[in-house]
């Protein structure tokens, strides 16, 4: 991809993975819409972004919202004629029993972190194809590729991204676009602050003491944002699919294609050790 003057969106990008790759596509050389619900510090972005000597716009968008979503896809055709890059993001995370999440929030996570996606292709794919480029990077997750029994809502959708763009890519390999599917593990971001939990007894929320663990962990152990960004400009140049920051999470996949069974059995086990960890916390 020539980076030089092309024209990026990024949706979720007034934090963690959004923000850094807003501001990395714009020292590759982009102009980027800067789209959140987060409007204070997505204008922090835009004001980063041209101290960088890049234009920048911010859009505030509600991306479980598919009229807003198709209002954004069209500001960004509008602002300068074309989008090159679209990087679909923002996301939230959730967990807890299937049976004890409300339906209302089955809908609220397929929205934000799936529907999106699909009505941001609906919306671009037509602009892309008439011009015969562009690149679509859409932010997964390792639970996009692994099952975890603690994140099945959060599962369902990523698992749910990784299905479109492998098959979108392979819709569009032949007309001069690029697909690209972000699958990161741990990332230090404040995904876990706007992140829901339902136990099986009904109760709202983690534990807090369990909450402040977890973003610790997160915090500790994650990968700087950053690092994912650089993956995505990897990725994009080299036109390949599959974006994986941690390298270990091939590994892990190929371990659980060799033997998925054992892989169901291993991570069960993994999940009644965490209930008892969540437990011994809680009585502390």
Known sequence: MNWQGSVAVVTGAASGIGRASAVRFAQEGCDVIVSDINDADGKEVVAQIEDLGRKALYVHTDVAERTEMEDLVAAAI???????????????????????????????????????????????????LERGSGHLVHTASSAGTLGFAMLIPYCVTKFGVVGLCE???????????????????????????????????????????????????????????????????????????????????????????????????????????QQEAAKALASQ
Request: hydrophobic share 45%; net charge negative.
């Open 167 to 273: 098959s979108l890519a392979t819709y569009v390999i032949d007309r001069g676009l690029g697909v690209h599917v972000v699958c990161p593990l741990l990332v230090n971001t404040n995904i876990f602050d706007r992140s829901w939990n339902y136990p099986e007894d009904g109760a709202e929320s983690f534990d807090d003491k369990y909450q402040d663990q977890v973003r610790t962990i997160f915090r500790e152990a994650g990968m700087a944002p950053e690092g994912v960004a650089a993956s995505i400009v990897e990725a994009v140049n080299a036109n390949r699919l599959y974006v994986f920051p941690h390298p270990e999470l091939k590994q892990m996949i190929d371990a659980k294609w060799a033997d998925p069974d054992e892989f169901v059995r291993n991570a069960a086990a993994q999940w009644k050790m």
């Open 78 to 128: 509008d602002w300068q004629g074309h989008v090159d890059l679209f990087h679909s993001n923002a996301g939230i995370g959730m967990g807890g029993a299937p049976q004890a999440i409300p339906v209302e929030e089955w809908e609220k996570v397929l929205d934000i972190n799936l529907h999106s996606h699909i009505w941001t292709i609906r919306k671009l794919l037509p602009h892309m």
